[in-house]
């Protein structure tokens, strides 16, 4: 017999209970179609604005399910626009420099003030069905989600050795085969990891989004998020829901780490772009099943075999699989016209939106603009305050952790679910705890951001002090370093490209966080303090969009000058004096 | 009978060039506006049935013109034609073999290999048999299911060597392609690669090698072309007549070694006419800086004493072997300690000089004081960097102001280099120190003063 050669190794494995695993597969495909109809009957709905959201825990199956799809979708739009965006980017000298900007841009903007708009756009496009809302939702999800993706996808495509970018020219590949068997491989793993961060970050703003009220308008999804601010506002709190609907999110957060992202993560181990193998891999039970199922390995990469033959055998008429094309040579000289005519249309467009809003921004006075500005200088101290905290105590005990691998094992998994649970999810349990207390939100909105930033350096810190080489530790020891000096020579400057990376995401997370911890509704009181991100949740809840719209620009200017003039170049300073090479 | 007849025939005929370049010459853009040149306008053929070699120092730009000729890079200007047909134009047939392998670690030994069919739109059960026939030829029966990770260097090559002859290339390029493997896996490959080049196993009419190791281009090559640097440009194109297999004891055989050694060690008794320039243009064999040679002062100091222990003088071919050393480690040091006028380079021969002989008998701070005598005399960039520390109030100055200088005349890499080795010397030479946080040059005592003030301040 042949072997076939893409199930060479899938063969060679012992299969065990194969009949089981591929009834559970049937099980799963009838499932998902039973949720298709379920949810397309649901959204053509008529929008009930007053969705009443049950305090049940027999609602929560449902909920939960109707988030995770929300998640689901965003994420797969964000995968799908990310890989356009970094190849477009990637291979388009003249728009290049662009696009890479407007990346960095909306990556450091709150994304929670866009939330007004981005629902009333939705509600426009389709109106009369609870489609508008969801949709609004889900983009807004997807903004939370797209960029990092897209960063990696293009900063892997530009990473890629240039000997292999050669050996796929002078072959003659199409650009399809050049997609999946050199940019995709390369960039899967960057992908796979940034998509972890982001699907994190995608339920932050899903508990935020489900449920809002903007001007006289209540929009409420069913969902996670909207049961666990219904039983947090509740009269009094509804302290059961509460803790179930936490319970229920932390489960399907395991979950989908157990089910998704290890059997991924442990998949995509073939795409390590390394000479020699690795020994320790991360292994996962889920994958090997899988992998030992006929039907799942075998029928679609069949299917998939007869369609592809037939792509390539057409691709290999083009000129681009007869003619090598040069790497560097200026290609083909395309027609101007097309991008000239589409730059002058998008910047007439840019310019009437700009004006638009300049107009709207008309009837600001100045009392207004103060208190933007003295919110402004609040919510940076207490940004600022909340990152300093972190680092804190995140330093010592990341350190510890990282310096000792025995400690390291344990705690390890224990503190990613724990940091996976989303902030938002936490707020009320918190606020509930502050006023039993009678704290006022002023300081515990920076125990709130705190909170949602804290774990991105603590676990750079934890990678950090795990990657200080042996050598040198042992040198430490044997030169007997004091106590000060292993840390002033050793450990901060070992941890410091860590520690920097971890202190700019979460300075971005706690920006974005101060939208949600600085006003919130508990029960029918409001609770809010003097900040930007306060004053952009009440002008969204009172419907002043000028107010919102100034607010909005000042955050993001003062995120994207704070990275270029302070992040980035303590950036710089690791990348190129704290950087441990070899 | 007939076949004599054919031959004799085919020897009569001038063979028809396969590739054929006109005039090509490369430029790299420099973000300055400046624009470097690579490779100096050049006239190249590759004719059926040889294996041409292209030997160079690095930086001459071998690799940019086996890219040129294989339709990987386009010539900024002149024209690379393929059977007479611009290669822009053409459906060529050739391959790569990479110095790195370049190989799909995604893929299996078999999907690699059958890759470049898959590309061309051959049929599956015909792509199988074909790739498999092919790793059947270069030996790796049995290896089709496995990574290329799990494979050594060498087997790897074999990988590289079986993708590149399935798709039965007329012309097979290969760019240092044992340049990474040790001493006896290159030396087996070559062999096997020359088995298959004299069996006719390969359907491939020319063999073009870009390589820097000259005993193995005259091992391989029925021509070699010597490429000179600073733009690149051809300095001497010659037939290797040796009956193939050569026999590296042979006197023929060192003597042409020696040869290209002598061609190679005086890059500046340039054989032919200068090519016509294009205006604008800076011409590189004029330019007011010398290219510094990447040597550590340290390698500088260990070859003149192993000079001195040799009696003065010593064959550069022969202190290569006795170190053995690739020749592209050792040129660097001796260019530098030329430099520096610390030894002479005549006839292949490296002879030390008085002031080369004082230094080698020196202790290391008398080592550092003539060093630094020598670089001062005759290195402009490192009098440069000292007087204008000397001149400047605060004795500091940023690098940035020197690359500036620099990048008129090398590239924007080579401009990195020239900066490394200038700080290697400068602080060997105590002449000055360069803080790298601050990307600085600083005189050394202020450094000091400096180091004791922030102490201080502690």
């Known amino acids: ?582 | 009978m007939l076949e004599s007849v054919a031959n004799i025939l085919d020897s009569a005929a001038v063979p028809e060039a396969i590739i054929r370049a006109e005039k090509i010459e490369k430029f790299y853009a420099q973000p300055s506006q400046n624009r470097i040149q690579v490779i100096a306008a050049t006239d190249l053929e590759i004719v059926p049935g040889e294996i041409v070699a292209l030997l160079g120092p690095s930086g001459s730009g071998k690799s940019t013109m086996l890219r040129m000729l294989s339709g990987l890079s386009t010539p900024t200007s002149g024209q690379v034609y393929w059977h007479d047909k611009p290669i822009a134009d053409a459906e060529i047939n050739v391959s790569i073999v990479f110095q790195s392998f370049a190989l799909f670690p995604w893929l299996t030994v078999l999907e690699n290999v059958e890759a470049p069919l898959q590309a061309r739109g051959v049929e599956p059960g015909e792509r199988h048999n074909r790739s498999m026939k092919m790793l059947d030829t270069v030996g790796l029966d049995g290896f089709e299911a496995a990574y290329p990770k799990e494979l050594s260097g060498g087997m790897k090559q074999r990988v590289g060597f079986a993708r590149a002859l399935v798709v039965e290339p007329e012309v097979l390029f290969m760019d240092e392609p044992f340049s990474a493997l040790d001493v006896l896996t290159a030396e087996n490959l070559r062999s096997e690669l020359l088995e298959l080049w004299a069996n006719k196993t390969m359907p491939t009419k020319a063999v073009f090698l870009v390589t820097h190791n000259i005993e193995e281009a005259v091992l391989l090559a029925d021509r070699i072309i010597v490429l000179g640097r600073n733009p690149g440009h051809i300095r001497t194109d010659f037939k290797v007549q040796l009956a193939q297999p050569r026999d590296r004891k042979s006197q023929p055989f060192t003597e042409l070694v020696d040869y290209i050694y002598k061609v190679l060690t005086k890059p500046d008794v340039a054989p032919e006419a200068a090519p016509e320039q294009q205006t604008k243009v800076r011409d590189q064999r004029q330019m007011h800086y010398q290219m510094l040679p990447h040597a550590r002062p340290g390698g500088i100091a260990g070859l003149l004493e192993l000079l001195l222990d040799k009696g003065g003088r010593e064959d550069i071919y022969r202190l290569a072997d006795d170190l053995s050393f690739e020749i592209d480690d050792l040129l660097p040091i001796v260019d530098a300690a030329q430099l520096l006028g610390f030894l002479t380079v005549e006839e292949g021969d490296a002879a030390i000089t008085e002031s080369g002989t004082q230094f080698a008998n020196s202790e290391i701070l008398r080592q550092k004081e003539l060093f630094r005598t020598a670089a001062v005399d005759n290195v402009l960039l490192l009098r440069q960097i000292r007087r204008a520390l000397e001149s400047k109030s605060d004795h500091t100055i940023p690098e940035d102001f020197f690359l500036d200088m620099l990048d008129e005349q090398f590239s924007e890499e080579e401009c990195l280099l020239q900066m490394e080795t200038a700080v290697a010397w400068g602080r060997y030479a105590e002449l000055f120190d360069y803080d790298a946080g601050r990307r600085r040059f600083v005189l050394p005592d202020m450094q000091e003063d400096e180091i004791a003030a922030s102490k201080e301040s502690e």
């Open chain 1, 1 to 582: 017999m042949k072997t076939q050669h893409p199930l060479a190794r899938s063969l060679v494995t012992v299969r065990t209970w194969p009949i089981v695993t591929d009834m559970a597969v049937l099980a799963f495909g009838l499932a998902m179609f039973f949720a298709m109809a379920k949810i397309g009957s649901y959204w053509l709905e008529k929008p009930t604005p007053n969705v009443v959201i049950s305090h049940s825990v027999w609602a929560l199956p449902l909920y939960a399910f109707y988030s995770i799809v929300r998640i689901g979708i965003a994420y797969l739009l964000s995968l799908v626009f990310a890989v356009a965006y970094g190849y477009i980017a990637a291979y388009n000298p003249r728009v290049e420099a662009w696009m890479v900007a407007v990346l960095d841009i909306l990556q450091s903007i709150p994304v929670l003030s866009f939330l007004p708009g981005v629902m009333l756009a939705m509600m426009a496009l389709v109106p009369g069905h609870q489609l508008g809302i969801e949709m609004g939702s889900i983009l807004l999800i997807f903004t939370g989600q797209v960029w990092n993706m897209a960063f990696s996808f293009y900063s892997s495509l530009k990473s890629i050795p240039r000997e292999m970018v050669e050996a796929s020219r002078i072959y003659r590949y199409s650009a399809w085969q050049r997609f999946w068997q050199l940019e995709m491989p390369f960039a899967a793993i960057g992908l796979i990891w940034n998509s972890i961060v982001s699907v994190a970050g995608g339920w932050f703003f899903l508990i935020a989004c489900e449920m809002f009220v903007l001007g006289s308008r209540d929009f409420r999804l069913p969902g996670l998020g909207s049961y666990l601010q219904t039983a947090a506002s509740a009269n009094p709190v509804d302290m059961h829901a509460l803790l179930c609907g936490l319970a229920v999110l932390v489960l399907i957060i395991v979950a989908t780490d157990q089910l998704v992202w290890r059997p991924l993560i442990a998949w995509s181990d073939k795409f390590k772009f390394e000479q020699t193998e690795s020994v320790d891999r991360i292994t996962s039970p889920i994958l090997t099943l899988l992998q030992r199922s006929t039907t799942l390995t075998r029928l679609p990469s069949r299917a998939w075999g007869a369609m592809e033959e037939r792509l390539y055998r057409r691709l290999s008429t083009t000129q681009e699989c007869r003619v090598v094309q040069p790497v560097d040579g200026p290609g083909k000289s395309r027609s101007i016209l097309i991008p000239v005519v589409f730059g002058f249309f998008a910047g007439l467009a840019i310019l009437w939106g700009a004006f638009k809003a300049v107009q709207m921004v008309h009837g600001v006075t100045l009392a207004d603009v103060r208190l933007l500005l003295l919110g402004a200088g609040a919510t940076w101290l207490r940004v600022n305050a909340s990152l300093a905290l972190a680092a804190l105590w995140t330093i010592p005990v990341g350190v510890t952790i990282g310096l000792n691998p025995k400690l390291a094992r344990i705690l390890q998994p224990i503190t990613q679910v724990v940091a996976s649970v989303p902030a938002t999810a936490l707020f009320p349990v918190l606020l509930v705890g502050l006023i039993r207390l009678g704290g006022g939100l002023g300081l515990g909105s920076i125990a709130l951001m705190l909170l949602g930033t804290q774990w991105y350096i603590l676990f750079n810190v934890i990678a950090g002090a795990t990657a200080i080489p042996s050598d040198l530790k042992e040198a430490a020891a044997v030169y007997r370093f004091t106590r000060w000096q292993r840390w002033t020579r050793m450990i901060l400057p070992g941890i410091f490209p860590y520690l920097v990376t971890g202190m700019i995401t979460a300075s971005g997370g706690a920006w974005n966080a101060s939208i949600v911890a600085e006003y919130f509704h508990i029960g029918d009181k409001t609770m809010q303090t003097l900040g930007l991100g306060a004053q952009i949740s009440a002008a969204t809840d009172s419907g002043r969009f000028p107010i919102l719209l100034l607010a909005t620009m000042l955050m993001a200017t003062m995120v994207v000058t704070m990275n270029r003039l302070v992040w980035r170049r303590l950036y710089r300073l690791a990348e190129t004096r704290y950087k441990l090479e070899g």
